[in-house]
């Protein structure tokens, strides 16, 4: 559902030139199950990947549970880091990667869009 809405804010702040330096919209997606961050034309997507509101129930699904914090500066917004991390359930290993929110250049770490992405 948040597809057409985000495309439709990124054309809008496109051609009326509003300025993107930062991102101003966060909008937080789990959908894929897979953890990703994009950020573009004044808005970010992260997706945190598995864990949240689900709960355990695709732990079954064989792959690794992950989530995403996002650091942040408040009054105004302005989006600073996602840390994407990742746990293996049936060893216990564990990778965390830091994406820096660029304010100038546009970023894509995996693909929110498609699950594998």
Do not use: C, M, W
């Amino acid at each position: 559902l948040a597809e057409p809405v985000i495309a439709q804010l990124r054309e809008q702040r496109r051609d009326q030139s509003v300025d993107a330096e930062a991102p101003s919209i966060l909008f937080v997606l789990g959908d894929t199950h897979r953890p990703a961050v994009d950020a573009a034309d004044g808005v970010l997507v992260v997706n945190g990947g598995t864990i949240g509101a689900g709960g355990t129930g695709n732990l079954n699904e064989g792959q690794d549970a992950s989530l995403a914090v996002v650091t942040y500066e408040r009054g105004p917004f302005v989006p600073l880091a996602a840390d994407l991390v990742t746990l293996d359930p049936g060893t216990g290993e564990t990778v965390a990667r830091r994406v820096r929110i660029d304010r100038k250049t546009p970023l894509q770490v995996g693909d929110p869009a498609v699950p594998g992405g």
